[in-house]
């Protein structure tokens, strides 16, 4: 798979992009997030509207907001936007349900560092 790792600039670190294409599941994550390719060329873990409702994404946001005031190396953001074809497409594929609608995504990076 051919990610870029390479963020957009701080000051773009929030937007609306829309998903083009869903690569795979990632290996972690309980909301089972999916690796997207956006229409701004980026890759990004998508973790999408699901039967949990908007709060677990509300949280993703609040909670990348919170790490960047606290200067904390937290990717760049955006809701992605996953039209019904695409959706629809997904769960054809065998991949797990997947609603259309906004979501929240974090720009891929590689080898990041996770924190305990």
């Known amino acids: 798979m051919s990610l870029n790792p390479?963020?957009?600039?701080?000051?773009?670190?929030?937007?609306?992009?829309?998903a083009l294409e869903i690569r795979r599941l990632t290996k972690q994550g309980v909301m089972r997030p999916v690796f997207c390719r956006c229409?701004?060329?980026?890759w990004y873990v998508v973790k999408a509207f699901s039967s949990s409702g908007a709060w677990p994404l509300i949280m993703e946001w609040v909670c990348a907001r919170l790490g960047r005031r606290l200067n904390l190396p937290?990717?760049?953001?955006?809701?992605?936007?996953?039209n019904e074809e695409l959706a629809e497409g997904w769960r054809a594929s065998g991949g797990h349900y997947i609603e259309a609608g906004w979501a929240f995504g974090s720009h891929y990076v590689t080898n990041p560092a996770d924190f305990d």
């Open 39 to 42: 229409d701004d060329g980026a």
């Open 74 to 82: 937290i990717p760049n953001y955006r809701q992605v936007y996953i």
């Open 6 to 18: 390479t963020p957009p600039p701080h000051d773009r670190e929030w937007g609306q992009v829309n």
